[in-house]
């Protein structure tokens, strides 16, 4: 007997090796929380537990030091997991089309999602309070499985339906930007941040 996983779902685990990089990212977004006042509007106009950039500033990059230094960084990343998962990208490189920052206050979540006209999405952490969460990956195939049983909890993680990704301080997660995710909600005693972004 033989049995075959078929249609893997890539999913990349990096990192930001440099503590003087990640320390100068924590300060600039917690500066952009305090003076970004559409942004801090936004999240309050869509109940956003927190403060997000992500309908205000779309030009961190050039913008702070910090995150050009974060770019070239998640370019090598994004290269690399672009090659793994063995995208044909016609002999050109995905380029950052979005970046954005995510300061989650204690109980904030959320909802599971995709990112539409992007091909890798990802997601760098830099602030990770004990209990702050985790990511959670979704099984694609889940609208199309009608009367599927479900897996057991001895289950290998290739096959469950809901992977959670645990982060840790200065973590890099990469997936193709059709993978619905989500972020459960904030349980640490403080504050979550973290910088997300697209690929095109």
Not at 108 to 133: D, E, Q
Not at 186 to 200: D, Q
Request: glycine share 8%; hydrophobic share 40%.
């Amino acid at each position: 007997m033989t049995i075959r996983n078929l249609f893997a779902t890539p999913f990349y685990t990096g990192g930001i090796d440099d503590p003087d990089l990640v320390a100068a990212l924590d300060h600039s977004c917690r500066s952009l929380a305090r003076d970004d006042r559409a942004g801090r509007q936004w999240a309050k106009d869509n109940a956003y537990a927190g403060y997000t950039s992500y309908a205000s500033l779309a030009d961190l990059p050039q913008r702070d030091p910090a995150f050009a230094d974060l770019k070239r960084h998640l370019d090598r990343h994004v290269a690399a997991f672009a090659a793994a998962a063995f995208l044909d990208t016609g002999g050109k490189k995905l380029r950052l089309d979005s970046l954005w920052v995510n300061i989650l206050k204690p109980g904030g979540g959320h909802s599971g999602h995709i990112h539409p006209h992007s091909a890798v999405s990802g997601t760098v952490y830099i602030a990770v309070p004990p209990g702050s969460g985790a990511l959670k990956l979704e099984d694609p195939r889940l609208p199309l499985l009608m009367a599927a049983p479900g897996r057991t909890t001895s289950a290998p993680e290739e096959v469950r339906n809901f992977v959670y990704a645990k982060p840790a301080t200065g973590t890099v997660f990469l997936w193709e930007s059709w993978l619905r995710h989500e972020v459960v909600p904030n349980a640490a005693k403080s504050e979550r941040i973290s910088i997300s972004f697209n690929y095109r």
